[in-house]
């Protein structure tokens, strides 16, 4: 049985991804290069896409590749404040793996910011994107809208909204790129799908309820005219 856990656990989380993702409508396409902007973190520090993710703006700056997560919010975004606890969460998670987490606030300005990290307890970095330069490469529509982008700078999920189940998705997302997705036997999984449908048609029907002995049946009713 334990087997069988293995095998069905990843093809669970890969169908709550699918449900959970939105659809980025015009937004930035999954599988091509993600949009690249600069922006100032809330310490002050210049931050460029290109020092963590894709091809490294030249030899004297970060070469270190990484996996970016990247989750657009602000003050008066409630699903945002549910949000950034699992954020948090799983930052811990994968410190270990490569994987940076980055808040980014959505045109709100600096002491605005300064009260949501305070009264959220926020520990991620938090980028500021006052005139939504980033916001905009990125087509947000609603908040929270999470990206994530690989290593070679592609845009590996985008999702927006926040639901019960987010953490599940996200691990999942994160797991694959890193390549820790447990291997799934296609050939037992088809068996399981075979037998669910054999034990499916071999289920006797029920059986219709007959009259019970000694119950008297209805009379016939006589037809006009006979005798």
């Given at each position: 049985?334990?087997?069988?856990?293995?095998?069905?656990?990843?093809?669970?989380?890969?169908?709550?991804?699918?449900?959970?993702?939105?659809?980025?409508?015009?937004?930035?396409?999954?599988?091509?290069?993600?949009?690249?902007?600069?922006?100032?973190?809330?310490?002050?520090?210049?931050?460029?896409?290109?020092?963590?993710?894709?091809?490294?703006?030249?030899?004297?700056?970060?070469?270190?590749?990484?996996?970016?997560?990247?989750?657009?919010?602000?003050?008066?975004?409630?699903?945002?404040?549910?949000?950034?606890?699992?954020?948090?969460?799983?930052?811990?998670?994968?410190?270990?793996?490569g994987v940076k987490f980055f808040l980014v606030n959505k045109g709100e300005e600096k002491g605005v910011v300064d009260d949501v990290i305070f009264g959220e307890k926020i520990t991620l970095p938090v980028l500021l994107d006052p005139y939504e330069v980033a916001c905009k490469k990125f087509k947000l529509k609603e908040l929270p809208t999470l990206a994530i982008i690989d290593k070679t700078g592609t845009?590996?999920?985008?999702?927006?909204?926040?639901?019960?189940?987010?953490?599940?998705?996200?691990?999942?997302?994160?797991?694959?790129?890193?390549?820790?997705?447990?291997?799934?036997?296609?050939?037992?999984?088809?068996?399981?799908?075979?037998?669910?449908?054999?034990?499916?048609?071999?289920?006797?029907?029920?059986?219709?309820?007959?009259?019970?002995?000694?119950?008297?049946?209805?009379?016939?009713?006589?037809?006009?005219?006979?005798?």
């Amino acid at each position: 049985m334990r087997s069988n856990r293995w095998i069905l656990l990843p093809l669970l989380a890969a169908l709550a991804a699918g449900t959970a993702a939105a659809d980025p409508g015009d937004g930035p396409a999954i599988g091509q290069p993600a949009p690249q902007f600069m922006l100032k973190t809330h310490a002050g520090e210049d931050f460029y896409t290109r020092d963590y993710a894709g091809e490294p703006r030249g030899k004297r700056f970060r070469q270190e590749r990484n996996i970016l997560v990247l989750s657009f919010f602000a003050s008066w975004c409630k699903p945002c404040k549910q949000e950034i606890p699992v954020l948090h969460e799983l930052s811990s998670a994968y410190a270990g793996d490569g994987v940076k987490f980055f808040l980014v606030n959505k045109g709100e300005e600096k002491g605005v910011v300064d009260d949501v990290i305070f009264g959220e307890k926020i520990t991620l970095p938090v980028l500021l994107d006052p005139y939504e330069v980033a916001c905009k490469k990125f087509k947000l529509k609603e908040l929270p809208t999470l990206a994530i982008i690989d290593k070679t700078g592609t845009l590996a999920y985008h999702h927006t909204g926040y639901a019960e189940g987010f953490r599940d998705t996200l691990r999942y997302q994160l797991d694959k790129l890193l390549g820790k997705l447990p291997k799934v036997d296609s050939a037992a999984i088809r068996k399981a799908r075979a037998d669910s449908i054999a034990a499916a048609k071999a289920k006797p029907k029920a059986k219709k309820k007959t009259a019970k002995a000694g119950t008297p049946k209805a009379a016939a009713v006589p037809k006009a005219g006979s005798k």
